[in-house]
């Protein structure tokens, strides 16, 4: 059974930083690309950020140089540190495992992510 389980979101203040992690089981993580994407509420999910199953990363211009992806394959985990949170980071955050043979994804159930003062 495939599990994508996010963890470590909650309520920050303006300019802090928090780590989200995605624990992937039941997959052969390291042939996955995974990605993190968010939806604020009234918005379109949107991808922040992606690393390939080599470590080759891609960030969406508005996290560009505050967040950091990374990967910890003998962990099946991906880590995803936000630095300088905005307000506008606020949204559900969600996990995604993809692989492209055989066009394999899943999704996490999503973790809510505040900045607030």
């Known amino acids: 059974q495939v599990q994508v389980v996010e963890s470590g979101g909650g309520l920050v203040q303006p300019g802090g930083s928090l780590r989200l992690s995605c624990a992937a089981s039941?997959?052969?993580?390291?042939?996955?690309?995974m990605a993190w994407y968010r939806q604020a509420p009234g918005k379109e999910r949107e991808s922040i950020a992606s690393?390939?199953?080599?470590?080759?990363?891609n960030y969406a211009d508005s996290v560009k140089g505050r967040f950091i992806l990374s990967r910890d394959n003998a962990k099946n985990t991906v880590y995803l540190q936000m630095n300088s949170l905005k307000p506008e980071d606020t949204a559900v955050y969600y996990c995604?495992?993809?692989?492209?043979?055989?066009?394999?994804?899943?999704w996490g159930q999503g973790i809510q992510v505040t900045v607030s003062s």
């Open positions: 690393i390939t199953s080599r470590g080759s990363t």
């Open positions: 039941g997959i052969m993580f390291d042939i996955y690309s």
């Open positions: 995604y495992a993809h692989r492209v043979v055989g066009n394999m994804d899943y």
